[in-house]
Structure formats: structure tokens, C-alpha cells
């Protein structure tokens, strides 16, 4: 008798240990896609701080462009702008110095950006004959320039 009950404690136990494989295999499959999942969210969560970042940036360089259109003063043009890691150049021409003048003072009043302005003149060449008095003008901003209201970008984060 002792015999027959230690088999059915045996086959129960049998029948125990093959529900929990099996149970275990089902929350292997669980844990594998909850993983997946985690994944994918991370990645999403990457592309919206990204979306978010690059529309947080759309807004400086028209933002700036709308300040230096507002800062020409009447009789200078402007023939060329770069920005770069050294900072903003603008060349242009003008008919006065004192048209130069205004167009940097009022760069300096819109907030553009901190920090002065320098700049320079180029006298024309003497064979152009329509040049007269009017010659390259060139007005640079050393460092990071944004636009007033613009965000500062965040540094990098080491190992990122």
C-alpha cells in the first residue's frame, strides 16, 4: 500500500512540475514581449525628444533673419550672411558710414545677440567707376548668436 501511494504522490508531483514548465515557458514569452516593448518605447520616447528638439529649433534662424531685416536702415543692402561656429558675418553695401553705423547699433538694440558687434570696411576698387565712395561693409558677431526669445540649446551630455 505504501508502494501505490508513493506513486500517485510521484505523478501528482510529475503533473505539478509539468504545469510549471509549462507556466514558465508562457512567462518567458510574456517577459520577451514586455521587453519588446520596452524597447520600442524607449526608442519612441527618443524620436519625440528629437521632433521636440528640432521644432524648438526652427524657430532661431527665422526669428534672426526677421531681426536683421528689421535692423538695415535705409541705403544698405545686404549681399551675404554666414554663421558659423565663429560666430554671424554679414557683408553688405552701403553709401554712408553712418548707415553702417545705425545697422550695427540697431542689431545691438533688437537683443539678437550678447556680446559686441565689429565692423569693418573695404574700400572699392579704384578701377570701378560707379563705386564712388561706396565700398564692401562687413559687420561680424563673435560666438553662438540666437535670436532674442530663442532657447539655448542644452550641452552635450558626456558619453552621449
Excluded at 508562457?26 to 517577459?31: D, E, Q, T
Excluded at 520577451?32 to 524620436?47: D, I, N, S
Amino acid at each position: 500500500m505504501a508502494l501505490l501511494v508513493g506513486r500517485q504522490q510521484s505523478a501528482l508531483l510529475d503533473q505539478e512540475i509539468q504545469r510549471a514548465r509549462q507556466e514558465a515557458q508562457s512567462l518567458r514569452s510574456v517577459l520577451e514581449q514586455v521587453k519588446q516593448f520596452e524597447e520600442r518605447r524607449a526608442q519612441l520616447q527618443q524620436r519625440v525628444a528629437l521632433i521636440e528638439e528640432l521644432r524648438d529649433g526652427q524657430g532661431g534662424p527665422v526669428h534672426l533673419l526677421d531681426e536683421v531685416s528689421r535692423a538695415v536702415p535705409d541705403r544698405l543692402w545686404l549681399t551675404e550672411m554666414k554663421q558659423d561656429a565663429d560666430g554671424l558675418k554679414i557683408d553688405g553695401r552701403t553709401t554712408s558710414l553712418t548707415a553702417l553705423s545705425d545697422f550695427v547699433g540697431n542689431l545691438e538694440a533688437s537683443g539678437t545677440s550678447r556680446g559686441p558687434w565689429r565692423s569693418s570696411t573695404a574700400r572699392p576698387r579704384p578701377h570701378h567707376r560707379r563705386a564712388g565712395r561706396r565700398g564692401r561693409r562687413e559687420v561680424q558677431r563673435p560666438g553662438p548668436v540666437r535670436a532674442a526669445g530663442a532657447k539655448p540649446k542644452p550641452a552635450a551630455q558626456p558619453g552621449a
